[in-house]
């Protein structure tokens, strides 16, 4: 839990008491089938499968239902993971072989130690309802205070209005809990072994620096006051990191994710994925729309493409190139010098993700869940 | 020993039957007025029967799952009931100016057809049909047919694009874009007339406005849904008309094999024929409709009516041959034939009724009027046709050819006599046992349910099943539909709590074995929350915000929940309809119910065409054992009274047992399932085949009560009622044999299984009831 003031803490809880008597309401009873086991499926790998990634040598790939998937031959054949819930899943990451995590709706976040065959659930909604609220109310809090403090006129307005904001987010984060576990995670990064964020739809961002043994809210250091869903998250390998999101949200944090710098006016859209290719940072999302900045520079460029088709996810192949893949089945690869090359998958479904085996092969998971790129019609 | 054939009364003739044959012969000119103007009477009626499938009377409409159904109908109506028109290009795909030009006229057409819903009409022609796209600015769409069309390279370009970005591949559009759908949902109840909608008319419409008139060289027409499916049963069911005289025909041949007398031969047919008018008439006064199903009933009148006219034809003869005159003989065969007549035929309609016993409204149906055909053959052979006698008399010709006949040595029936020795007995014996283990064994694998792929009413290669195989084959969409009704409280079908358990059963549902996917709401708020957020996958989920899931829900068709927001259908597309296939997904729905359903919270079984027919076939499987003792019982409770004799009831019912087993076996092999088409049809065959055993031993007792020994006994039994037992079974297995042919798949099978059941009863009471006959007396002398 953060530090917070007595002030802060009293409303908080009796807030989460409140929420405890609505969930213990009749209407509420119901089962919540969200923390129901995943099921077990014959051919899960035909399932819709939203993300996948290595854990060493082996794939890991997640998707609706709670499915996870595991190959241990480079794709060719898949065994589903036990996973402790059914909710959609969008997203994994292994920073290391044996330990890996995997987010998805109803703001799920779970841990795997043995390389994705058993998943702990280490985090949802519930408690990220819960934090978010508490943030709200605290930083509501702080205003009140310095607004009583301040006596610069100028100040008071604006002052006035932040207080407007926090009281209207904590209204919105009492809702929330009435709700209930409700907002997706879309993306997951571990920068090492202990030290990740999650983020996801509403401008949810939660880190942790102990392995996930507790996550914590971190939205202090950046602005979405619209609250846009945050779509994918990158790192360089000189630290830096990116984060993508709806209306052409894009931010870059040079200080691991304290405070985060919005690159401006870019573009209106979505912007659904981020790969980093040695000193080059590509983010593309809506209609095809790719931009292409050096990690050095952060300087920011459309990158001309006469696709126009959607692209919501990607992967760096070992040769460099970025390979994107989105909508009616196409994946697009851009080389390290610029030239494309495209494909499109038979079964036209939309594709949300790829990955690259250790033997070289690539693997493509959507809407009809994994595909091979071999598989796919060169443009 | 027809030569022993008393002329005169005696006191086994009784009273009451030689006064009722002296009144009838006294009184026979207005009594056959009387039939002739009751056969008038009767034949106006039939003439105004109409074809009628009704498939709810093949439902078990007690049983729960068809109760769920029944009661939520009206509301679960929208999901079905549509034709669909396949227009396929014959020449490259259906991008070209041709084939829209083409597609475009057809919709039209069709927008013209009398029942169909015009506003809900759906092709690429249609206004409807749109594409979407997601833009920085949101969504942008239009018609997929461009605004500037004319057919050029760059419109159709243009088109293909739309399609693509339509959704509609694999739904209205084929998977390979060689051909597309005319989606064309039909109004039940006409809004101006307010009449029901005549889907014969409605079937007929479709053949002659559009696939007669589109189908070339450059296209080809398809068109399956229910409506087409009763209009093409409808169509098949006429033919059984054509089955009717050819049946008619072969009957005509043998009886006039049998009788070498045109006299005779047409009496007897007369007599029969007037039988099936009254039944029809009758049909038709109970408010019946000519349903392909009890089609089957005047076959088996005719060809019971003609076998008992056989005996009666047979008896005449004799007395003729004997130089009675013309009225004496008709009198004295009344009075020796309507006794033993009537208690065979009562047996036939006690057996037929017995299948009352199944709650299947088209068995009761089919029990009731088989029973009244019955009733009405008592009056028509037993009555009228001594009556007829009395007036066409017999040929010369016939006479001398009973004569030559007499004179014969019978050969073949002292070859056939020999079963009663213990050699040959024992070998048939032998032979039998043998086919009792096979036909147990066979047995073992007969089926429940239907079998083939597609329309089950139908033949596997029929247009209608080959039309509806292009579908599946060629569009994303399986015609093996399995409805769930899952309920809540009025107006929650939109809440989380709902949506969730839905989803959640949803996916149980999938991993069943068979099932290919599962549709419902869930699947429309999924969809439309993943288009709210831009098409990203990631967002292909349902939500616990309640604004977020009533925006989500609020485009939902009509179809997918009931008016009052109480009740969503969960649709599960299944592999096939198998038996197996189908308590799978039972198992699976009651089990998830069990766990799952509260106050708030129901899934009910069961709609669309697979769940009635997984309520059909557990029905079925508990009727079949039921069916068996009841007509087992009933025969067997005839036998006793008749005989009093624990042996002779078992040497008669035995050979039935061997025929029952075997049919199952046939219909293992055969790939023939126990459904409601086959279902009576033992109760048909051992309620008839009895017959047959009854004669032949009737005759055999009273041999051996003169003391003759089995095998000079049996032969004499043979003589006099050898031909007739034969006969019979021919003219019964060809009476149902020339269904074989039908175009209705049901009707082919009941023909298949009841000309075999017909036909081997026969050989049975031949051959298996000697033998039996053998052991069964040698051990009683052993005994002794």
């Known amino acids: 839990m953060m530090a917070r003031s007595n002030a802060a803490c009293r409303p908080f809880l009796a807030v989460v008491l409140l929420a405890l008597l609505t969930f213990a309401q009749p209407g ?138 926090a009281q209207f987010a904590a209204e919105d984060a ?77 931010y870059h944090s040079e200080d691991a994710g304290s405070t985060w710098r919005r690159v401006e006016d870019l573009y209106d859209g979505s912007l659904f994925g981020l790969i980093v290719s040695g000193e080059r940072v590509y983010a593309y999302g809506l209609r095809g729309h790719i931009f292409k900045a050096s990690t050095a520079s952060a300087d920011w460029a459309e990158f001309t493409n006469n696709n126009g088709t959607s692209l919501y996810g990607g992967v760096r192949l070992a040769d460099g190139q970025a390979l994107m893949v989105g909508a009616g089945g196409l994946a697009l690869a851009i080389s390290e010098n610029g030239t494309q090359q495209a494909w499109r998958h038979p079964s036209r479904a939309s594709l949300s993700s790829a990955v690259q085996a250790a033997n070289g092969d690539v693997w493509l998971v959507g809407m009809s869940g994994l595909m091979a790129l071999s598989e796919a019609n060169s443009l | 020993m027809t030569k022993h054939e008393s002329t005169t009364l005696s006191a086994e003739d009784g009273r009451l039957r030689p006064l009722l044959g002296t009144l009838m012969m006294r009184a026979r000119v207005p009594l056959i007025a009387l039939f002739a103007i009751a056969t008038l009477f009767f034949g106006w009626q039939a003439s105004q029967l109409k074809p009628d499938a009704s498939f709810e009377k093949m439902l078990p409409t007690l049983h729960p799952y068809i109760l769920n159904f029944l009661e939520r109908q009206d509301e679960l109506k929208g999901l079905g009931n549509s034709v669909r028109i396949i227009v396929e290009s014959r020449q490259g795909d259906i991008f070209t100016k041709e084939y829209q030009q083409l597609l475009q006229e057809i919709t039209d057409e069709v927008f013209y057809v009398n029942g169909v819903d015009r506003s809900a009409m759906q092709s690429l022609w249609t206004p409807n049909t749109r594409w979407m796209e997601v833009t920085e600015e949101g969504f942008v769409g239009g018609a997929v047919i461009p605004d500037d069309y004319d057919g050029s390279e760059r419109t159709l370009v243009k088109l293909r694009e739309n399609v693509l970005k339509s959704g509609q591949i694999g739904r209205i ?212 046709l001594p009556l007829v006698l009395t007036f066409t008399g017999i040929s010369s010709r016939c006479v001398s050819y009973r004569v030559e006949k007499e004179n014969s040595n019978f050969r073949h029936w002292r070859i056939l006599s020999g079963v009663a020795q213990r050699g040959p007995a024992l070998s048939v014996l032998a032979v039998c046992t043998v086919l009792f283990a096979v036909g147990i064994y066979f047995g073992k694998f007969q089926k429940i349910g239907d079998l083939d792929p597609g329309a089950p009413e139908l033949r596997p290669d029929s247009r209608y099943n080959q039309d509806n195989a292009f579908l599946t084959n060629n569009y994303s969409t399986s015609t093996d539909v399995f409805v769930v009704m899952a309920s809540t409280d009025v107006q929650q079908c939109g809440s989380y709590e709902f949506i969730s358990a839905v989803n959640y059963f949803q996916g149980v549902m999938e991993t069943v074995p068979g099932v290919q996917s599962a549709m419902s709401l869930v699947d429309v708020s999924k969809l439309a929350i993943q288009g709210m957020n831009e098409g990203s996958p990631k967002w292909h989920e349902t939500s616990r915000n309640r604004y977020i899931l009533n925006n989500s829900l609020s485009s939902a068709p009509s179809t997918l929940r009931n008016t009052d927001c109480s009740m969503a259908p969960v649709i599960l597309f ?63 409770a005839l036998c006793l009274i008749n005989f009093r004799s624990l042996r002779i009831t078992a040497c008669i019912i035995i050979p039935l047992v061997l025929t029952s087993v075997l049919g199952q076996a ?119």
Not at chain 1, 190 to 200: L, W
Not at chain 2, 734 to 762: C, E, H, R, Y
Request: negative net charge; aromatic residues 10%; contains cysteine.
């Open chain 2, 666 to 784: 046939l219909m293992a092999a055969l790939g023939i399932g126990v459904k409601v088409a086959t279902l009576p049809v033992i109760a048909l065959g051992v309620g008839i085949g009895v017959d047959y055993g009854i004669y032949i031993y009737s005759a055999l007792q009273s041999h051996l009560a003169k003391g003759e020994g089995l095998q000079e006994a049996y032969f004499h039994a043979l003589k006099s009622s050898g031909t007739a037992v034969a006969f019979t079974g021919l003219t019964l297995a060809v009476g149902v044999g020339t269904w074989i042919f039908s175009p209705i798949k049901f009707q082919a099978d009941m023909g298949i299984m009841l000309t075999f059941m017909f036909f081997w009863n026969m050989i049975g009471a031949l051959l298996f009831l000697p033998a039996l006959a053998w052991l069964l007396t040698s051990s009683k002398k052993a005994s002794d």
């Open chain 2, 173 to 384: 559009v084929a998977n390979d874009f060689k051909s597309t759908i005319i989606v064309a949902p039909l109004v039940e109840i006409d809004p101006n007339t307010g009449e029901r909608l005549d889907y014969a008319k409605f079937s007929q419409d479709l053949e002659t406005m559009v696939r007669n008139k589109y189908q070339s060289e450059k296209v080809s027409i398809r068109i399956t849904g229910f409506a087409k499916l009763i209009g093409d049963l409808i169509d098949g069911a006429t033919l059984v008309g054509l089955f009717f005289l050819v049946a008619f025909g072969i009957t005509a041949v043998m009886l006039f094999l049998y009788s070498r007398c045109v006299w005779l031969t047409g009496a007897a047919l007369l007599c029969s024929t007037v039988a099936v008018v009254w039944q029809m008439g009758l049909l038709k006064l109970m408010g019946l409709g000519l349903d392909p199903y009890s089609m089957l009933v005047p076959f088996l009148v005719f060809a019971v009516g003609v076998s008992h006219s056989v005996q009666i034809i047979n008896r005449f003869g004799t007395l003729i041959y004997l130089e009675m005159p013309r009225i004496e003989a008709a009198k004295l065969t009344f009075i020796r034939l309507s006794k033993p007549g009537f208690v065979a035929l009562l047996s036939d309609g006690v057996g037929f009724f017995t299948l009352r016993v199944i709650d299947i409204p088209v068995i009761q149906e089919l029990a009731l009027v088989a029973a009244t055909g019955i009733a009405v053959l008592v009056l028509t052979n037993l009555l009228l």
């Open chain 1, 174 to 250: 009492a809702d929330a809990i009435d709700t209930g576990p409700a907002d997706p995670f879309l993306d997951v990064l571990f920068t090492d072994a202990k030290s990740g964020f999650a983020i996801g739809a509403y401008g949810m961002l939660y880190r942790t620096d102990n392995g996930g043994d507790d996550w914590r809210i971190a939205i202090d250091g950046i602005a979405n006051p619209y609250r846009y869903h945050y779509y994918a998250i990158a790192q360089d390998s000189a630290g830096g990191l990116y984060l993508s999101g709806e209306a052409g949200l894009l």
């Open chain 2, 574 to 636: 299944l592999d096939d309809h198998k038996a197996d296939t189908l308590d799978g997904v039972v198992q699976a729905v009651t089990e998830f119910a069990e766990q799952h359903n509260s106050d708030s919270l129901q899934f009910d079984l069961a709609a669309g065409n697979a769940g009635v027919e997984a309520a059909t076939n557990i029905v079925i499987r508990n009727a079949q054992n039921k069916m068996l003792w009841w007509v087992y019982g009933v025969v067997i």
């Open chain 1, 28 to 165: 509420s009873t119901a089962e919540d089938f969200v923390f129901l086991p995943a099921l077990r499926v014959d051919e899960p790998e035909q399932m819709q499968l939203l993300d996948i990634a290595r854990a060493g040598e082996r794939l890991v790939a997640v998707g609706e239902r709670g499915v996870i998937i595991l190959s241990d031959d480079h794709g060719r054949s898949w065994r589903q993971a036990e996973v402790p819930v059914s909710t959609t899943l969008t997203a994994v990451h292994f920073p290391e072989p044996d330990s890996g995590w995997a987010v998805g709706h109803a703001g799920a976040i779970l841990h795997s130690a043995d390389g994705g065959d058993t998943w702990e659930l280490q985090f949802d909604g519930r408690e990220a309802n819960r934090q978010y609220l508490a943030w709200a109310q605290a930083r509501a809090a702080s205003l009140e205070a310095e607004l009583a403090a301040s006596e610069d006129a100028e100040q008071l307005g604006a002052l006035e209005e932040a207080l407007d904001e």
